[in-house]
């Protein structure tokens, strides 16, 4: 039975990058996304037409069970080796007066509540196997509140912390979870690529892209995300940040 690596946000970014990047060392990538039945079966069929293995699941994870009966399904391919928890909170930029409670409740119920709604049920079997890994993409504002900002900055900085209590007392238990920080633009058309629309996106391409490597490139960070993910015990990595080599770390940054 092949190990499996659960990633919850699968798009044609970073989550499909991971999910090929596992493929390719023999795991059975479960690719899991909210909407978009044919654009997750494409990120399937790439991964089965390189000779991996993978599925594809549909999940609407602020539902209630959704994540949790995701998981049971899953572990029925068969035992949960790493999960990317790759879901956005990003509501837009909006000003205090703009942000609705519900708006703001949202960036919670998916960067936090979501997150803890996954450790509480894949750390427990992970444990009893011996170990396993939880990889959490997080972003900027998980260390940076800007203006505007206030649903996600306070979500991702929740989950930071979140992180760190799920560390501090899983990971003598055999638990490695990573907070990655994603200091920067990524070239993917799943998440940013919708955001700035077609043209912007294309413009940012042709500034920043290519040979210039100043956008984050999905498939380099699945490559540190799958080195996270089989580092050795006495030298787990608890945070990252990755940025483009030309962009300005966000403590050089002001903020606003």
């Excluded at 190990?3 to 946000?9: A, N, S």
């Excluded at 979501?114 to 260390?143: D, Y």
């Excluded at 979500?155 to 003598?172: F, H, I, W």
């Amino acid at each position: 039975m092949k190990k499996v690596c659960l990633i919850i946000g699968a798009g044609a970014g970073i989550g499909g990058s991971v999910g090929s990047r596992f493929a390719r060392e023999g795991y059975h990538a479960a690719l899991c996304r909210r909407s978009d039945a044919s654009g997750l079966q494409t990120l399937v069929d790439g991964i089965e037409s390189e000779g991996g293995s993978a599925s594809g699941h549909l999940l609407n994870a602020v539902e209630d069970d959704a994540l949790e009966n995701l998981i049971t399904a899953v572990e029925e391919i068969g035992p949960i080796h790493t999960v990317l928890f790759n879901l956005g909170a990003q509501i837009g930029n909006r000003s205090l007066e703009a942000t609705t409670l519900k708006n703001f409740e949202l960036g919670w119920r998916m960067a936090c509540l979501a997150l803890f709604r996954v450790a509480k049920v894949v750390i427990p079997a992970m444990e009893c196997r011996g170990g396993g890994t939880l990889l959490v993409t997080s972003a900027t504002a998980a260390v940076r509140g800007n203006a505007g900002q206030h649903s996600h900055a306070a979500a991702m900085g929740g989950r930071r912390m979140l992180c760190q209590t799920l560390n501090a007392e899983y990971a003598s238990r055999g638990i490695h979870v990573a907070h990655v920080i994603i200091d920067g633009a990524v070239d993917a058309p799943d998440t940013l690529g919708k955001m700035l629309g077609d043209e912007q996106f294309a413009a940012l391409r042709q500034a920043r892209g290519g040979d210039k490597d100043g956008l984050l490139l999905p498939e380099k960070i699945a490559e540190t995300y799958f080195h996270l993910a089989h580092q050795h015990r006495s030298a787990w990595t608890h945070e990252a940040d990755l940025r483009a080599h030309s962009d300005l770390a966000w403590w050089n940054h002001e903020s606003g």
